[in-house]
């Protein structure tokens, strides 16, 4: 599966990615790496990118990492995610890099670095649980 084919993927499927113009950089073997560039629309007072926003993209980059171990189709879900901001990553654009960690046959578990682009220490550490889906459960 190829990175353009891929990113329309994360775009229909989270609308939000679409809205937010996020970049898939990279996607393969588990891992993957996505871009929000910057918006002032997703700053919080005092002019840096607001958590919900840092919260989603990492959400984002673990589905993107999930889908390269799956020929693009995977229907699980969050099931957990827990985030530690580590320091204010400023009005720039932001990275995420995502590695799934374990994939199970029902609980997928996986992390997320952020940093902001140009930036080389961690803005925030992300830990996430993914659930699959049974159909007609």
């Given at each position: 599966m190829n990175l353009t084919t891929l990113q329309t993927t994360?775009?229909?499927?989270?609308?939000?990615?679409?809205?937010?113009?996020v970049e898939l950089l990279a996607a393969a073997h588990g891992t993957a790496t996505l871009r929000l560039p910057p918006s002032p629309g997703l700053l919080r007072p005092g002019g840096t990118v607001s958590g919900p926003a840092l919260m989603g993209l990492a959400d984002m980059a673990m589905w993107c990492a999930l889908l390269s171990l799956s020929n693009g189709v995977d229907e699980s879900l969050t099931a957990n995610l827990a985030i530690t901001f580590l320091r204010p990553p400023g009005a720039r654009a932001i990275l995420a890099e995502a590695r799934v960690i374990k994939r199970g046959r029902t609980l997928s578990y996986g992390e997320v670095h952020l940093r902001a682009e140009g930036a080389d220490a961690p803005c925030a550490h992300v830990t996430t649980t993914w659930a699959g889906v049974t159909r007609g459960a």
């Open positions: 994360l775009h229909t499927g989270v609308p939000l990615a679409a809205a937010w113009n």
